[in-house]
């Protein structure tokens, strides 16, 4: 973010440095711009996931010159140009005090920059907050508080444990610290939230046991909470220390104590996601890949994108700027755009050329889908035909209408591709009576290796599937990264490209009905759910595909 749009942004809440009524310096220049003083937003950062911060933070986010987080993921938050300062711990490592803390806030503050402070849940809620704010007010400088959700309440959701019922009201949170906890408070049947008790769960269940809670008080331990790796250990109160020491369950987690744990069984909905804590390899651009990553988010599943292709211009420009100066000239009837790529590059020699989108007036404009047709539109053209079955060359070939001299003046198609796009269309578009002038807009190379971290994941089994959206990925990616694990899933978006996944000796499990980004994703929660319930019927624990025992094979 530029210094001048920061700026912008922060005008309305950021307040002059006061210069006191009377002074020399008030009186010689009252009308002068004084040094503006920094203004701190303490930013409720939520427990984990991301998408839980509300708007108001993401604005201030965006909007900061400086951004002091407390957690290393919360790095990923601070916009492009904004400062990044570890606000939990000091230049020797060590923990941060809260004092010290809000001296790290007012110094940054002071320097006139915009500062948000990012704290984990709620800045007001077993925070440091209040503290750092305090800092802030005896410095004389501005803050707001914007909340977040907390942990307390986040992670049991997400859990799928309600803290409250029709014939549970009463909700206590406590905190463990370096203080002994009296849990006499706690003796009754209200639920019980602890934080932070990890380490300390043997001593807080032989508390509540010995103020009066029975034994067999069922308790929910939630670790990492609101993300993926979330994991969620049922227990009592009389078992849950070992069953927690057996577990290997480690901190940061949330502890719940109470009936209410009980409606786990039914209410359960994040945890038990198809494809819940999958790795998926997306072998596209993270910019290409997005709608499909969304799409798999929703399914419980975390994408990580390695390219392997890379889109580079023709060999031979010219005859590019043959077709758009013909285009220009009004040579073509049609222009048939088979790709997002196959946009962006006759955009780009538009702009070359001092065009616009007015080039195409009295042209027809074809796209081979739904993602084409959206940036030619976003393009400010409206395609006049976009297939209305099949998604795809073939699909476009069957709504394409045949040359008619009568009403058609020109009988040319501008047809702009990838050097290796199929001829199918071609040939298509010559049977029905058009004239076609095939040009390579752009060259698709194999992109470079992946880091060696991911190569070994690819050949180790560490991704629970990959998703193939094209047969160039499946040759693309098994050239630059060799052929994924055996016991990872295999998922492709049509037939095509399941054939060549064979013919590289991987064993598909998936097949997307319709070659569709979004249909492929729904094709492979499909598989993860009957996969889960197949292990839950079979009476074992639900793992990933990457959780194998050694000498373990897929599941058909």
Same mark, same amino acid.
């Given at each position: ?63 900061? %010159? ?25 230049? %020797? ?31 007001? +809620? ?71 008790? !990890?380490?300390?769960?043997?001593? !807080? ?22 993300? +993926? ?34 409606? =786990?069984?039914?209410?359960? *909905? ?9 790795? !998926?390899?997306?072998? =596209?651009?993270?910019?290409? #890949? ?37 285009? !220009?000239?009004?040579?073509?009837? *049609? ?46 053209? =409206? ?20 040359? %008619? ?6 009988? =040319? ?26 040009? +390579? ?67 598909? %499990? ?12 729904? #094709? ?33």
């Amino acid at each position: 973010m530029s210094t001048s749009t920061a700026t912008r942004k922060r005008k309305a809440s950021e307040p002059e440095q006061a210069v006191p009524a009377g002074s020399a310096a008030a009186d010689a220049t009252p009308d002068a711009v004084r040094r503006p003083v920094g203004h701190v937003s303490f930013v409720g950062a939520g427990p984990g996931d991301a998408d839980l911060l509300t708007l108001r933070a993401k604005e201030l986010i965006d909007a900061a %010159d400086v951004v002091i987080i407390e957690s290393p993921e919360q790095a990923a938050l601070a916009p492009e140009g904004a400062e990044v300062v570890d606000g939990g711990h000091g230049e %020797d490592g060590g923990v941060l005090t809260p004092s010290a803390r809000g001296r790290l806030v007012v110094k940054h503050a002071k320097s006139g920059k915009n500062v948000v402070r990012l704290l984990v849940g709620d800045p007001f +809620t077993f925070a440091t907050g209040p503290e750092e704010a305090q800092a802030c007010d005896k410095a004389n400088i501005s803050f707001e508080i914007v909340p977040g959700i907390s942990s307390a309440t986040a992670v049991p959701a997400y859990a799928g444990i309600p803290l409250t019922s029709r014939s549970h009201r009463e909700v206590a949170v406590v905190r463990m610290g370096e203080t002994k906890v009296d849990w006499t408070p706690y003796a009754g049947d209200q639920t019980v939230v602890i934080l932070s008790a !990890v380490n300390t769960i043997k001593d !807080v269940a032989n508390g509540l046991m010995e103020a009066g809670r029975a034994p067999e008080t069922p308790v929910a331990m939630t670790r990492v909470g609101t993300t +993926t790796e979330q994991s969620t250990l049922v227990s009592t109160l009389e078992k849950v220390a070992a069953d927690a020491k057996a577990a290997k369950m480690a901190p940061p987690a949330v502890t719940v104590v109470g009936d209410v744990v009980n409606l =786990r069984e039914t209410l359960s *909905w994040f945890e038990t996601k198809p494809l819940f804590g999958w790795r !998926v390899l997306v072998p =596209r651009t993270k910019e290409q #890949a997005a709608t499909l990553a969304n799409r798999l988010r929703s399914y419980g599943a975390v994408s990580e994108e390695v390219p392997t292709i890379s889109v580079e211009p023709p060999r031979n420009p010219q005859q590019m700027d043959k077709a758009v100066r013909g285009l !220009v000239e009004g040579r073509y009837e *049609w222009v048939a755009f088979t790709s997002v790529n196959a946009v962006k590059a006759v955009r780009e020699k538009f702009d070359e050329y001092g065009l616009d989108a007015r080039a195409f007036s009295g042209l027809k404009v074809a796209a081979v889908g739904e993602k084409t047709a959206e940036a030619i539109t976003a393009w400010g053209i =409206r395609p006049d035909l976009v297939p209305s079955g099949e998604q795809s060359a073939r699909g476009l070939l069957e709504d394409w209408p045949p040359y %008619d001299e009568l009403l058609d003046p020109i009988n =040319r198609v501008f047809l702009p591709r990838a050097d290796i796009a199929t001829e199918a269309l071609v040939a298509g578009l010559v049977e029905l009576g058009w004239e076609v002038d095939d040009v +390579t807009a752009y060259r698709t190379v194999r992109a470079a290796p992946p880091p060696a971290p991911t190569r070994e994941a690819i050949k180790t089994g560490k991704f629970d599937a990959v998703v193939f959206t094209s047969s160039s990925t499946v040759r693309n990616l098994v050239g630059i990264a060799g052929k994924p694990h055996a016991t990872t899933v295999i998922a492709c978006i049509g037939p095509a490209t399941a054939q060549t996944a064979e013919e590289h000796g991987l064993r598909v %499990d998936v097949v997307a009905p319709t070659p569709s980004a979004e249909v492929l994703a729904d #094709a492979l929660a499909d598989f993860g759910a009957k996969r889960r319930l197949a292990m839950i019927e079979a009476g074992d624990p639900v793992t990933k595909p990457s959780q194998r025992t050694k000498g373990s094979r897929r599941r058909s």
